[in-house]
């Protein structure tokens, strides 16, 4: 009980995060804010990208990876996850339209963006009322170990594989530095007076 517990709070928080992210993009980009002045090139990427981010923060959580499929095999809730798969399948649409107005600056973005947005958070709400129950009352507590111990070490290998920026290397300041410092040697001699 306390592991389906943990797992259940772990996959909440993701939910929780998913849907905070959505619901700020979606104000940002409300039809209506963009009533006054067109959106330049540079905040359609930055939309594009943001809506990318923000349905991948959806599209790869570990409800998706782990819970799931430990429904699916046990033959539990087949037509809830067909809706579900519906909404995702709906979302993946209404992002690509949403990425085909950015790439033209079309007015239709916003529409698309926020098609996008409402299918996914109806997706989220589903899974918190209709999926998470079934999931507590009937995958067994072995079913809810596996799961916990896959998600801990998918979090260590996330954790492990972050990719961050490349660190300069040791001395290449000094090394850079050096150069500048013989350069400006070297053009003395040859300044006259």
């Known amino acids: 009980m306390l592991t389906s517990t943990y797992t259940l709070v772990a996959l909440s928080i993701e939910q ?111 899974e918190e009322r209709e999926l998470f129950p079934v999931a507590r009352a009937h995958i067994p507590s072995e079913s809810w170990f596996a799961i916990a111990n896959k998600m801990l070490a998918d979090d260590a290998w996330q954790h492990e594989n972050r990719s961050y920026p490349p660190a300069p290397l040791p001395g290449s300041a000094a090394a850079r530095n050096a150069m500048r410092q013989s350069a400006s040697a070297a053009a003395s001699l040859y300044v006259t007076h």
Not at 20 to 31: K, Y
Not at 50 to 64: E, M, S, T
Request: charged share 25%; proline share 5%; net charge positive.
């Open 16 to 126: 929780a995060s998913a849907r905070m992210a959505l619901q700020s993009l979606l104000e940002r980009w409300h039809p209506a804010a963009s009533q006054y002045a067109a959106p330049t090139p540079r905040q359609f990427e930055l939309a594009r990208d943001a809506l990318r981010v923000a349905f991948d923060n959806c599209y790869w959580r570990k409800l998706d990876k782990f819970v799931v499929p430990a429904l699916r095999r046990a033959g539990l809730a087949p037509v809830l996850l067909a809706e579900l798969d519906a909404l995702t399948m709906a979302a993946i649409e209404a992002r690509a339209d949403a990425h085909a107005a950015a790439a033209v600056q079309d007015k239709s973005f916003g529409a698309a963006l926020e098609r996008c947005c409402t299918l996914l958070l109806e997706r989220l709400d589903r």
